[in-house]
């Protein structure tokens, strides 16, 4: 068995900044990769986010130079920097990981951007 705690969401104004995180717990022997994704109403889930067991990390088009993902292998939880945030980021964000028994998904935390 597998959890995903997710915290840090909220409301912020436009400009402002968030940090999520996500911690993972249970069977877990290896994470390959820890990412995060998010989900505006209407809209797709979208990779925000990915960090690779190696350091390697890769970003949305829409969050590069504002985001920041980062991980704590010891604790096996990952972290996303949000500044410069904008109405546009609003969405729940979910946290997902891929270990060698399967993808594992968070349950989401929510972000509004809003003046």
């Known amino acids: 068995q597998v959890q995903l705690v997710e915290s840090g969401g909220g409301l912020v104004q436009p400009g402002g900044s968030l940090r999520l995180s996500c911690a993972a717990s249970g069977s877990i022997r290896r994470l390959y990769a820890m990412a995060w994704y998010r989900q505006a109403p209407g809209k797709q889930r979208e990779l925000v986010a990915i960090?690779?067991?190696?350091?390697?990390?890769n970003y949305g088009d829409s969050v590069k130079g504002r985001f920041t993902i980062s991980r704590d292998n010891a604790e096996n939880t990952v972290y996303l920097q949000m500044n410069s945030l904008k109405p546009e980021d609003t969405a729940i964000y979910y946290c997902?990981?891929?270990?060698?028994?399967?993808?594992?998904w968070g349950q989401g935390t929510q972000v509004t951007v809003s003046s």
């Open positions: 960090i690779m067991s190696s350091g390697t990390t």
């Open positions: 997902n990981i891929l270990i060698p028994t399967g993808e594992y």
